[in-house]
């Protein structure tokens, strides 16, 4: 099932969410993006509370990544996700209390798959585990467990990120997948958008100043959206 492919902003940097999230989202709202999101660390409740109700107001799909794997990470989330209601939750690795508390609470649920966030080679935040292995797992998750999406940092894997990310929108074309991390050009961009998957995340891209090195976050925040507009414009 091919789908119009969405960026998603994520007020991250580093792995963490940046202590301006809330003003970054307020001086950005305006430019059409519509999927918006930042990272379990960095941030407490109180204001992953206000940064939800201040994108739910402005009418975005609101996204809270969980990148602590751990039970207690687990547990915090749920309680987050019952205090904020939030759209959706990505990032952590299949865990079925989670699943069930999100549920619970309206939130639709998209899992990593394989080995997110691993060191391999001296290089930290690398996407371990084979083709086979990750893919086998994506379809487990769906099949079995009934998840809503799959979450996968594709571009960061050990081996080929494209070739994965082809076999698995393959093997799972009814079931969205987001891109995590790593799309920092507008050859990738257009990739992703001929492939359609459903969403990829942009953060460290957008603080790093890839797409306008002279420009504050949101001009290169506005090249991409502007790019994209007029490229893959919506139906």
Request: aromatic share 10%; hydrophobic share 40%.
């Amino acid at each position: 099932m091919k789908t119009r492919t969405e960026l998603m902003v994520m007020f991250t940097h580093h792995d963490v969410t940046v202590p301006n999230a809330y003003d970054l989202f307020e001086e950005c709202k305006d430019l059409p993006v519509y999927d918006w999101g930042f990272k379990n660390a960095g941030v407490t409740d109180e204001e992953t509370l206000r940064i939800i109700n201040a994108m739910k107001a402005a009418d975005k799909a609101t996204f809270y990544e969980v990148v602590t794997r751990t039970k207690e990470a687990y547990k915090a989330g749920e309680t987050t996700g019952a205090l904020c209601k939030f759209d959706y939750m990505m990032g952590t690795k299949y865990d079925a209390e989670l699943h069930e508390a999100m549920k619970k609470n309206g939130i639709k649920f998209s899992p990593a798959v394989g080995q997110p966030g691993s060191m391999y080679k001296g290089e930290p935040g690398v996407l371990l585990g084979t083709f086979d292995e990750i893919i086998t797992e994506a379809k487990m998750l769906v099949a079995e467990k009934g998840v809503d999406g799959i979450t996968i940092p594709a571009y960061r894997h050990y081996q080929d990120g494209q070739k994965l990310l082809d076999m698995l929108i393959k093997a799972i074309p009814d079931t969205p997948v987001i891109v995590a991390g790593s799309v920092d050009s507008f050859e990738k961009i257009d990739r992703l958008f001929d492939m359609g998957v459903a969403k990829f995340t942009m953060g460290s891209a957008l603080f790093n100043k890839k797409f306008a090195p002279e420009g504050s976050f949101r001009d290169n925040l506005e090249v991409v959206a502007n790019y994209i507009e007029t490229k893959h414009p919506r139906a």
